[in-house]
């Protein structure tokens, strides 16, 4: 069994920086990609973030120049750093992490999902 637990959100002006965390736990042996998702009310969900284990990251053009993902191997967790914050970046934002555990079961794992709210 693999747990995420996010947290950073809260609620930033325009033009403000938040940093998201997301931390995971359980019999991991292996990670190869991470990845940040966020739902606004009334829309589906969307990628904004994803790092592979060889280091490539992948952002849309929404996010590109102010979100960057990053990686502490020990322990394993996911950075989302959130830059010039806008008020379509309002969302529930959750991590994503999919790999392999001790008994090479695969695992795709989803956060709770934390809060980001923009607004003046």
């Known amino acids: 069994q693999v747990q995420l637990v996010e947290s950073g959100g809260g609620l930033v002006q325009p033009g403000g920086s938040l940093r998201l965390s997301c931390a995971a736990s359980g019999r991991i042996a292996k990670i190869n990609a991470m990845g940040w998702y966020r739902q606004a009310p009334g829309k589906e969900r969307e990628l904004v973030a994803w790092?592979?284990?060889?280091?490539?990251?992948n952002y849309p053009n929404s996010v590109k120049g102010r979100f960057t993902i990053s990686r502490d191997n020990a322990p394993n967790t996911v950075y989302l750093q959130m830059t010039n914050l806008k008020p379509e970046d309002t969302a529930l934002y959750y991590c994503n992490v999919q790999g392999s555990t001790y008994w090479r079961d695969a695992f795709d794992a989803w956060g709770q999902g934390t809060l980001v709210t923009v607004s003046s």
């Open positions: 790092l592979s284990s060889n280091g490539n990251t």
